[in-house]
């Protein structure tokens, strides 16, 4: 398979695209992504993902090398390109190359990369009607994890932890409560009630996460954003996670305990519907 992506301005076959042995983000993790999902050849939350990256970028006092009008153009083109129905959409944007130094270089171009993931069975994910075991392990990351940089080891680390472990997926532990997944935010349902953790500096905030969070507001349910403990969540009728690339997804299993009935609950599957249906009515 090859894919066109896009790199710097160019669309390349992904064999011709190439950065430099000084770019930032490989010497210095120093850049900032983001992941978009593609649904009927649309995209989902674009928006969002968009006002999310220029806020990781002023964080890190970045540059931005588009407007948003182009970047919205380069991920229909990309999707164009590759004949993407069902997907995911990666960018990636560093300070870019410059002799290797901590300090950040003087007028730096920033580096932007995009390209797609074809993901057939993303909205009819098996997943959704079996549900994910997680482990939980200590969350060893950086203090600034609201900023979507791509200093992902610790998370693939924790990956690698919950596959040694027989899991699906980690949920990472600060202080005794739980901050998000390797790569999602975690979420408890008691009752009528979700819960999440609140938003701050510990935590990615998610695009899905807000939408998600709006609509099981409009569906009358109550929203506690508040830490939680583990114990507390093996005993919650239901567990889940949220991302751009696994939307709703639940979980059933957390450290070898069944989550109510160890299936994927009603809840769950409920947000995942509403939200698939809004989304892909929104999509653009
Ligand atoms: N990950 N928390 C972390 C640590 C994440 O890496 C992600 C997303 C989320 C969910 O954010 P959103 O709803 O905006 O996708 C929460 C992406 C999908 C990834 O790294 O592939």
New binding site residues.
């Given amino acids: 398979m090859s894919r066109t992506v896009y790199v710097n301005g160019e669309y390349l076959p992904e064999t011709e695209a190439k950065v430099s042995i000084f770019d930032r983000g490989f010497l210095f993790a120093d850049g900032v ?3 978009t ?1 593609v649904l009927g050849g649309k995209l989902i ?1 674009f928006a ?2 968009a006002k ?1 990256l220029q806020r990781s970028l002023d964080e890190l006092e970045m540059a931005n090398p588009t407007t948003e009008d182009e970047l919205l153009e380069i991920h229909r083109e990309l999707v164009r390109l590759n004949g993407i129905d069902e997907g ?1 959409i ?1 960018l990636q944007i560093t300070r870019g190359a410059a002799d290797r130094d901590f300090a950040y270089p003087k007028d730096p171009v920033p580096t932007i990369v995009l390209f797609t993931q074809a993901k057939p069975e993303l909205a009819a994910a098996p997943m959704a009607k079996t549900g994910l075991k997680v482990i939980s392990i200590e969350d060893q ?1 950086w203090g600034r ?1 609201d900023i ?1 940089t791509v200093q ?1 080891l610790y ?1 693939s680390m924790g990956k690698m932890m919950a596959k040694a472990a027989g899991a699906d997926d980690a949920w990472m532990v600060e202080d005794g409560q739980v901050t ?6 975690a979420y408890i349902v008691k009752g009528n009630t979700i819960i999440t953790r609140n938003l701050g500096t510990e ?8 939408a998600v969070l709006r609509m099981a507001r409009e569906a009358q349910m109550s929203v506690e954003e508040r830490p939680f403990t583990i114990d507390e969540a093996q005993g919650a009728d239901e567990a889940f ?6 939307f709703v997804m639940p979980v059933v299993e957390i450290d070898g305990q069944a989550v109510g009935t160890g299936t994927p609950g009603r809840v769950t599957a409920r947000l995942r519907e509403i939200y698939l249906d809004e989304m892909r009515k929104a999509a653009v």
Avoid: C, F
């Fill in positions: 992504y983001e992941v999902s939350d969002g993902h999310r995911l990666y990351r994890r979507k992902l998370p998000e997944g390797t790569s999602n935010n935590i990615l905030h998610g695009i899905t996460r807000v996670i949220t991302s751009a690339s696994s």
